[in-house]
């Protein structure tokens, strides 16, 4: 079995930096994409940005490219992911997500998630 316990959400002003971590437990971390996923209020969950499990490949949503960043340190089971120039409208309950195989935009491809963290931009 798979845990996975995000961390590092807060409340920011526009234009700030947060960094989220997520630390899994259970598996051979290396194995596996990670990805990271948010849903703000009233509005469906929405893919925000994945990595590989040897790093080598990333995607990004066209809504967070230039401003996310996605890594990941298989050695410590945590992948993070670092957030600048935040807006309001990233305010969101963040989730990491594990998969087998190759990154995926569809969140109804992975097979563990954790239980979200809270990021707020005010303006």
């Known amino acids: 079995q798979v845990q996975l316990v995000e961390s590092g959400g807060g409340l920011v002003q526009a234009g700030g930096s947060l960094r989220l971590s997520c630390a899994a437990s259970g598996r051979t971390f290396s194995n596996y994409a990670m990805g990271w996923f948010r849903q703000a209020p009233g509005k469906e969950r929405e893919f925000v940005t994945a990595?590989?499990?040897?790093?080598?490949?990333?995607a990004y949503s066209d809504s967070v490219k230039g401003r996310f960043t996605i890594s990941r340190d298989n050695a410590k089971n945590v992948v993070y992911l670092h957030m600048n120039s935040l807006k309001p409208e990233d305010t969101a309950v963040y989730y990491c997500?594990?998969?087998?195989?190759?990154?995926?935009?569809?969140?109804?491809?992975?097979?563990?998630w954790g239980h979200g963290t809270q990021v707020t931009v005010s303006s």
């Open positions: 997500a594990l998969r087998w195989g190759d990154i995926y935009t569809y969140a109804g491809t992975y097979n563990y």
């Open positions: 990595i590989s499990g040897s790093s080598d490949s990333t």
